[in-house]
């Protein structure tokens, strides 16, 4: 199985400066406030989207004469932190008392501060972004944040309404997760000063790898022996209907699709409704058919990458939607 570790390897030296320029950008002074920033930038998680930033950066670096240097940690910090306080706020949203495993930081300081910590990341990061004066990277960058707050709307609402058709899903998903890996690959093209071309095709590779890489997360959530750091099912318990139940839905006649949603309707606080739902969508093949669905995406974005020649950070970049195809977190 391909590795995270080795994924990073030809950029591993470029991580290393990119966590310190983080660190040195988000010194804070206030007690309380640097305890709840240190606390969330020390469990990030896998890191994906600056890993990202600086494979794109080094596969077009070499075409340009640029090297990978603080342009390109800037993009990497813009994209992160705007995923990070994301996931701070969406804690409090679903009222999530853990994120991978750990405690969230509404768990540890209420939610009414976890917002504040979402906030005040937000603005943090777009002030050292225009202070920086690199308008192109932060132009670039900052449509994701409208984009992930519309995704989540749409996701509440049709939550609310248990209503949800494919190419909704897809758009959701697009907005969500989606988007910000394709600003990921696009921007560390654009950081060493690829041209626009090469710019929107590494857009499109990252879309591509981020439609998988949500589909690969839904799937999860149904997988029993998963290791996300939260519940199982945990779609279910929201009302969200994500691809497995969708295709469970697609297959089903109007009598059960009505009998999919009342026990849907139930599964916030029926665990039997849940064990129902997770064992049909199991064991009816959804979520095979669902993996199909994402290793065409994989397929759509290792096929965008026969434009560059061979090499490491190629590699890399093949090897990362191996790993998102076969990652079990």
């Given at each position: 199985m391909v590795t995270l570790d080795?994924?990073?390897?030809?950029?591993?030296?470029?991580?290393?400066?990119?966590?310190?320029?983080?660190?040195?950008?988000?010194?804070?002074?206030?007690?309380?406030?640097?305890?709840?920033?240190?606390?969330?930038?020390?469990?990030?998680?896998?890191?994906?989207?600056?890993l990202l930033v600086l494979l794109s950066a080094g596969l077009n670096a070499?075409?340009?004469?640029?090297?990978?240097?603080?342009r390109t940690y800037l993009a990497a910090m813009l994209v992160e932190i705007i995923h990070t306080a994301?996931?701070?706020?969406?804690?409090?949203?679903?009222?999530?008392?853990?994120?991978?495993?750990?405690?969230?930081?509404n768990?540890?300081?209420?939610?009414?501060?976890?917002?504040?910590?979402?906030?005040?990341?937000?603005?943090?990061?777009?002030?050292?972004?225009?202070r920086s004066a690199q308008y192109d990277i932060v132009s670039y960058v900052i449509s994701s944040i409208a984009l992930l707050c519309e995704g989540e709307l749409l996701q509440n609402d049709h939550a609310r309404k248990m209503e949800v058709t494919r190419n909704t899903y897809l758009d959701i998903i697009y907005k969500k997760t989606a988007s910000l890996l394709g600003i990921s690959a696009g921007v560390g093209a654009?950081?060493?000063?690829?041209?626009?071309?090469?710019?929107?095709?590494?857009?499109?590779?990252g879309d591509a790898l981020g439609m998988a890489f949500q589909i690969q997360d839904d799937i999860l959530d149904y997988t029993r022996g998963a290791h996300t750091g939260k519940p199982s099912n945990n779609d279910l318990r929201e009302h969200k209907i994500t691809l497995p139940l969708l295709l469970l839905l697609d297959r089903s006649d109007?009598?059960?699709?009505?009998?999919?949603?009342?026990?849907?309707?139930?599964?916030?606080?029926?665990?039997?409704?849940?064990?129902?739902l997770q064992a049909a969508v199991e064991g009816e093949g959804c979520l095979q058919e669902a993996s199909k669905v994402m290793h065409g995406y994989l397929q759509r974005a290792a096929s965008l990458l026969a434009a560059w020649p061979d090499g490491p950070v190629r590699t890399a970049l093949v090897n990362l939607c191996a790993y998102i195809a076969e990652r079990n977190r």
């Open positions: 080795a994924i990073r390897e030809p950029v591993r030296k470029e991580l290393e400066e990119f966590e310190a320029f983080v660190r040195r950008n988000f010194k804070v002074e206030n007690e309380l406030l640097a305890a709840m920033v240190d606390y969330i930038l020390s469990t990030r998680g896998k890191g994906v989207r600056p070499p075409a340009t004469g640029r090297s990978v240097g603080q994301s996931l701070v706020h969406d804690d409090v949203i679903d009222e999530s008392d853990t994120r991978r495993g750990r405690a969230s930081a768990a540890k300081w209420q939610s009414r501060n976890a917002v504040v910590l979402g906030d005040f990341l937000l603005a943090r990061n777009m002030e050292i972004g225009m654009l950081s060493v000063g690829a041209d626009r071309g090469k710019i929107a095709e590494m857009r499109r590779f109007k009598a059960r699709q009505d009998e999919i949603r009342e026990l849907l309707a139930r599964c916030h606080e029926d665990e039997t409704a849940v064990d129902t």
